[in-house]
């Protein structure tokens, strides 16, 4: 009943927007409910074909590219069902770390908006007089974003529990990553000065002084070397279970700074570059060839993705994110909302959720705009050439000329309005410390 219901109001739907409904599309409809990512119509609106056509016709004027590059720039433009704009739109194209949407898009899938990676501190010995008579051990989970903050909470952790030195090594296992270094022995030498103030520099001092007021400085000295192992020793005593910030946070940090290392390491957790990019074309219901990946990150030219799937994507990961209450603002940088990262520099249209892309010759920008014509309009748009600054400027006035075509929404839609004031994560919380080990 519910999905009868709802093709019936996308056919009102394409009624009322001019598009002539056959009584089959009612079925069209329905799979269109389950597959977003579909076009059943074209846009009897010319307002976005005719902008799309302007904007191209731009980058040629003003020499961004060359005639013969004209076929590389790729734009794809859908508001619901209807196809506003198209330019190589299926076609696979480099899109940087537009690639960290296929990568947002698995991992909620895998694991759901509230996940948590754990990080499991143990040790080769007894605890005496607060001193540990054997290693430290760190038994990495997966978690992308263990930082100074929850190394420095992690300290005071050990300290709570009466830890004061150890008296063996610092062991590095597991899938871990320090400040979002992933080598071991170098993620291990961060870890093992955070956990000891004395020999704080200026980054952990930093750090330290924006975390809340009163919080203690950690006095766990380290009297051993930084190891790793790839087998952790099957007699260490577990300590401590440390908790990772929500996997939402995750996400949405990770793509507010499109960070490569964090992306790399969720791609990694769900199996892969080739798990991501086969998962990721089922779920936006779009052919695997649109989405080409050799990495979860979008480091490399092989990384490629059609503006189309792009768009697919991003509706995928709203649906997603709508069976946990949450929508795409909570997870990508939205203009209004978010001042910071890839956020920082750009002129868009208020509430305008995004994922930028750039390489050396690569600048893409995905994602949707609410607009009073069309509802919400999904877009993707990737150019190639050099002029990295000048094809930012171009598709920030592309999406503004569109919604002036369209008219600005009268006021942010709830389905792009994100569901916390607070943007920033609450790193350092010594309540995502589980301390395991009672003497």
Known sequence: MLELLGSGLVSLWLEMA???????????????????????APDPNPAGANTVKQYLQGLLTSKLIAQNLAPSQGIWMQSGPMLMADHQGTTPLPAASLTKIATSLV???????????????????PIVNGVLQGDLVITGGGDPMFVWEEAIALGNTLNKMGIKQVKGNLVITGNFAMNFQRHPLLAGQMVKQALNSKTWTRPAIYIHSIMPKGTPKPQLVIAGQVKFTPQPNPQQTLLVRHRSIPLKQLIKEMNVYSNNEMAQMLAESVGGHTVVQVKAAKLANVPET??????????????????????????????QAATHQLNLADLFPTSGFDHRGTMQHRDLPAATVMKTGTLRDVSALAGVVPTRDRGLVWFAIINRGPQITAFRQEQDK????????????PSVPNAL???????????????RNEIVFRS
């Open 18 to 40: 001019g598009v002539q409904v056959k009584p089959s599309d009612a079925l069209d409809a329905i799979t269109w409910q389950s597959s977003p990512g579909l076009v059943i």
């Open 107 to 125: 991992a909620l899938n895998t694991w759901g908006s509230e996940h948590q990676f754990d990080t499991m501190i143990s040790s080769t010995g």
């Open 290 to 319: 649109e989405i080409q990946l050799i990495n979860g990150s979008g480091l490399g030219q092989e990384n490629r993705i059609s503006p189309r799937a792009a768009c697919a994507m991003l509706m995928a990961i709203q649906q």
């Open 398 to 409: 592309l999406l503004k000329n569109l919604v002036k075509q369209l008219q600005i929404a």
């Open 417 to 431: 309005t994100p569901h916390t004031a607070r943007s920033l994560p609450e790193l350092g919380n010594t309540s």
